[in-house]
Nanobody
Framework: QVQLVESGGGLVQPGGSLRLSCAASGFTFSSYAMSWYRQAPGKERELVAGIASAGGSTNYVDSVKGRFTISRDNAKNTVYLQMNSLKPEDTAVYYC?????????WGQGTQVTVSS
């Protein structure tokens, strides 16, 4: 049974930091590209950051470059999103995503709220 379980979301003040984790099981994690998406109320889901299966290549949406860092630990079947200098516009549900060819899996999401 494939599972992607996100954790680490919560309420944080502007300028603060959070670290999201996504624990994967039920598939060969090291063979999958992993990504973080987010969806704010009334908006479409957008790609935030992605990392290749071996971890050597990453990409980010422009709005988070220099503030967010995606990483993975293939030994622990876990992908992370370190979020620094958070802004109110980062408020959203953050989803973990796995892809290998036509095989795509989603997590259930974790809420991140940036507010004073």
């Amino acid at each position: 049974q494939v599972q992607l379980v996100e954790s680490g979301g919560g309420l944080v003040q502007p300028g603060g930091s959070l670290r999201l984790s996504c624990a994967a099981s039920g598939f060969t994690f090291s063979s999958y590209a992993m990504s973080w998406y987010r969806q704010a109320p009334g908006k479409e889901r957008e790609l935030v950051a992605g990392i290749a299966s071996a971890g050597g290549s990453t990409n980010y949406v422009d709005s988070v470059k220099g503030r967010f860092t995606i990483s993975r630990d293939n030994a622990k079947n876990t992908v992370y999103l370190q979020m620094n200098s958070l802004k109110p516009e980062d408020t959203a549900v953050y989803y973990c995503h796995a892809r290998r060819g036509l095989y795509v899996y989603w997590g259930q999401g974790t809420q991140v709220t940036v507010s004073s």
